[in-house]
């Protein structure tokens, strides 16, 4: 049995599988230009976040249907509760489909087909988190959220993500004070390409209440203090970090020294499909790599439902950090 987690950092878009893919281009009669899933795992050696990024979005071509996010959505609920994910916060990313001419109803009403059957179907309880593109204008996510308010009752929050340096989090200020006027809660990328003072801003002018990723704090030890004092969260994604090449490898990633210095650390898998796991695979190579024990491992379980948003069902979130302190790690 695996540690029971949240996953908080998760992009449901990049959960599609090669198989997956092929499977919904044939369904759509979408022709994608590889030839077959071998041909296309060769495409996913990254240089940065960029080339990665331009692989993301051309493979949502083949997203079109409420059955096609359904069927997404269902597939990675299938394989994190595989891997012990308990509570998953879902971003999604709706300028991406809208400027495919998929409205966000088909995206929201198809994803929720499937999340809100997860905890009878994958025993997962889920969230769901919209993004906006950060390379896209402040105009245009203003316009995405308006598109999404009749959708409210199924989406939890806002978060900000795609290519991050030289768009910083303050030119989503008004967006977001939308956002926090709605009741939505507030997270955004920072520090992952971007400097720290990104992840500084994020907090100070979009109000959010966890970074993702936030790696690069490590390196200005005022924000690092600040951080801890103000027990703000940081999803981190150890794979996603070394294919993107943010850390030259896993043996190299701070997790180890963030955790020392008291930053509440989370462990997420980003674009599982992508950067070889999900969110146990991350687990897993953490400890295998970064020789954590298994005591680190149950604070970074029991951080993941800490830092969850699970204020509407504080039962709920006792009932999980329980089965965190219940578990028993294998012997090897
Ligand atoms: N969109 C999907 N994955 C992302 C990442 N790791 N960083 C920024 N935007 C993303
Ligand atoms: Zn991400």
Not at 3 to 25: I, M, Q, S, W, Y
Not at 99 to 121: C, Y
Not at 186 to 212: C, Q, S
Request: hydrophobic fraction near 40%; proline fraction near 5%.
């Amino acid at each position: 049995m695996p540690l029971p987690k949240a996953e908080l950092h998760l992009h449901v878009e990049g959960t599609l599988e090669p198989d997956l893919a092929f499977e919904l281009a044939a369904r759509n009669g979408v022709a994608l230009p590889y030839a077959d899933t071998e041909d296309l795992r060769t495409a996913y050696r990254f240089e940065d976040l960029q080339s990665f990024l331009n692989l993301y979005y051309e493979l949502m071509a083949v997203l079109r249907t409420e059955r096609d996010f359904e069927d997404l959505a269902n597939a990675y609920l299938a394989r994190a509760a595989a891997q012990g994910v308990r509570h998953a916060e879902i971003f999604f990313d709706p300028q991406a489909h809208l400027a495919r001419g998929v409205a966000m109803g088909t995206v929201v009403e198809g994803l929720w087909r499937a999340l809100g059957r997860s905890e009878e179907n994958h025993g997962v309880s889920t969230q769901l988190i919209l993004c906006f593109l950060r390379d896209e204008s402040a105009e245009s996510a203003l316009a995405t959220l308006r598109a999404a308010e009749p959708y409210l009752d199924r989406i939890s929050g806002v978060g900000l993500d795609s290519a991050e340096v030289g768009h910083p989090p303050a030119k989503f200020r008004e967006v977001y004070e939308a956002a926090a006027a709605l009741g939505l809660r507030r997270v955004a990328h920072a520090g992952e390409e971007g400097p720290p003072e990104y992840i500084t801003e994020a907090l100070d002018v979009l109000g959010v209440e966890r970074i993702d990723h936030g790696l690069r704090c490590m390196e200005d030890p005022a924000l690092v203090e600040r951080l801890v004092r103000e027990r703000i969260p940081l999803t981190l994604c150890p794979l996603s970090n070394v294919r993107l090449r943010t850390v030259d490898t896993l043996a190299d990633h701070p997790l180890p020294a963030m955790l020392d210095a008291g930053l509440l650390c989370t462990v997420n898998s980003d674009d599982p499909a992508y950067f070889g796991g999900y969110a146990g695979d991350n687990f897993d190579a953490v400890r295998g790599t970064l020789g954590l024990t298994g005591e680190r491992l149950r604070e970074l379980a029991r951080n993941s439902f800490v830092a969850s948003f699970l204020e509407h069902d504080e039962e709920r979130r006792r009932r999980y950090l329980a089965e965190v302190e219940a578990y028993e790690f294998p012997k090897d």
